[in-house]
């Protein structure tokens, strides 16, 4: 599997790494179609496929051994119905049945990732800033009042309490 980086791949292409050693059929935009072992995929759906079927626009069948399909030359593939129990779709559903967090308890993040999960969602509800910040969408941060984060004055800008700065009333510059 070629899962590289700290970037996030789609579910398509964690699809295309579950299917890794099933027998896949692929249809090209040139309008072949392939059917073989699914070797390996890669993360911009460039397949290795071994022991393939290749039959081209004419009908005309011959085999090979391996194939190398760019991933821009697929209009779409078929894969094999087992998948349809594959374990990112248990994930997918058990996070859609816990608003995108996961439940506390067992199996719960711990440590750093726990912190990371925790921001996330104080993020999204718009809960407290952390670190003494300003709060997000309009509540909280830096204890109970004082300046709240993107208010009535755009942005983190401050908003004095009390009568605008200025001389006192009654003062005529003498």
């Known amino acids: 599997m070629s899962v590289v980086g700290n970037n996030r791949v789609g579910i398509p292409i964690v699809l295309l790494h579950d299917c890794e050693g099933a027998v ?5 935009k040139n309008g072949e179609i392939i059917r073989g072992l699914l070797f390996e995929a890669e993360d911009m759906m ?3 496929i071994k022991n393939a079927i290749v039959w081209n626009v004419h009908g005309v069948k011959r085999k090979v051994d391996q194939l190398y399909l760019r991933g821009r030359e697929i209009l779409f593939i078929v894969i094999p119905s087992m998948l349809k129990h594959a374990p ?3 994930r997918i559903k058990h ?3 816990h608003g995108g967090a996961p439940p ?3 199996g719960a993040a711990v440590g750093q990732a726990a912190a990371i999960l925790r921001k996330a969602n104080e993020r999204r509800r718009g809960g407290f800033g952390g670190r003494g910040g300003f709060g997000g969408r309009g509540g909280g941060g830096r204890g ?3 300046q709240q984060g993107r208010g009535n004055f755009g942005g983190r800008g401050f908003q004095p309490r009390g009568p605008p700065p200025g001389p006192p009333p ?3 510059g003498r």
Do not use: A, D, P
């Open 46 to 48: 460039n397949l290795y």
């Open 95 to 97: 996070w859609r049945k």
């Open 88 to 90: 990112m779709f248990q």
């Open 144 to 146: 109970f009042g004082g």
């Open 104 to 106: 506390e308890g067992v």
């Open 24 to 28: 896949i059929s692929v249809e090209t």
């Open 170 to 172: 009654g003062h005529y």
